[in-house]
């Protein structure tokens, strides 16, 4: 079993998927750019999720190379950087976040070199627990390389999020999850992130495998993006569902639609019961 998953974050989490379980349905987990399209925009842009229905949130870290990211995350991420963003300045957001939400966990999503850099990542897991922090998924991080992060992400008390795609193998899956602390981010489709108008027919049955092997929740991301997708991923069993880019995209060109955001949140809440 993980040691992140022993943390105080990763039983945060677990809460909020078992809230959501004893409801009926899967968690909603909407996904923010830090600092985007700016600083109070983004915490607009949180809050107003939250309160439209997510059981938990994830935040975005600003990073020049987002490897996993498609074209409207990429834009977002530059626009926040281009607005001044920081990884300091993003953890002082979610911090604020954090506090004015308290109830709702803040999973934060970045990058390696971003995150660990040449050494164990000590200095930003402790900071990210500084700020609130239940998870971090660091996208390009695997289990092969991740046990010094690891290690002091579970003495700073936040868990850390694997994923697995649907090329893994069922052994592959059943390592990867169980060294996933929190949840398991199951990756829907071969690709990068970016709202799809259909998922892959296989979705189900991936869904199925990779509860098989997990012993933590289950939470579907990529191409996610309309209530019928929810649905079907509720449907199919999965603990959690993960929508982004149809949300940076709702909110229009210059990512102020705050009220756009918070319409479509509702209406993917309303979807998780199956």
């Known amino acids: ?4 998953d022993q943390t105080r974050g990763a039983a945060r989490i677990r809460e909020a998927f078992a809230r959501a379980r004893a409801a009926g349905r899967a968690a909603l987990i909407p996904y923010v750019v830090a600092g985007y399209p700016d600083a109070e925009g983004s915490f607009a842009a949180a809050t107003a999720a939250i309160d439209a229905g997510a059981d938990l949130l994830e935040v975005g870290l600003p990073y020049s190379d987002p490897l996993a990211d498609g074209a409207t995350l990429q834009r977002a991420s530059q626009g926040a950087l ?5 990884l300091e300045g993003s953890l002082a957001l979610v911090r604020r976040i954090a506090a004015a939400r308290p109830a709702v966990p803040v999973v934060a999503m970045g990058y390696a070199n971003q995150l660990i850099g040449g050494g164990d990542g000590r200095e930003r897991a402790i900071a990210l627990a500084q700020a609130g922090v239940a998870g971090v998924i660091v996208a390009d991080l695997t289990p092969d390389e991740g046990a010094p992060f690891e290690a002091v992400a579970a003495e700073a008390g936040i868990a850390v999020i694997y994923l697995v795609a649907p090329t893994s ?4 899956r059943a390592h990867v999850a169980g060294r996933s602390g929190g949840f398991l981010y199951c990756v829907s489709l071969v690709g990068v992130t970016g709202a799809r108008t259909e998922l892959p027919a296989s979705v189900a049955q991936l869904v199925a ?3 098989a092997v997990s012993p933590v929740p289950v939470a579907v991301g990529f191409g996610v993006s309309r209530p019928d997708h929810v649905r079907a991923i509720a449907r199919a ?3 959690g569902v993960i929508v982004a880019s149809a949300l940076v995209d709702a909110m229009g060109p210059d990512g102020r639609d705050v009220d756009a955001l918070r319409s479509l949140v509702a209406e993917l809440a309303g979807a998780t019961g199956g």
Request: hydrophobic share 40%; no cysteine.
């Open 1 to 4: 079993m993980s040691a992140t």
């Open 82 to 86: 281009a607005a001044g963003a920081t």
């Open 237 to 239: 069993g999965a603990d």
């Open 209 to 211: 495998d990779v509860k």
């Open 169 to 172: 193998s069922d052994a592959r």
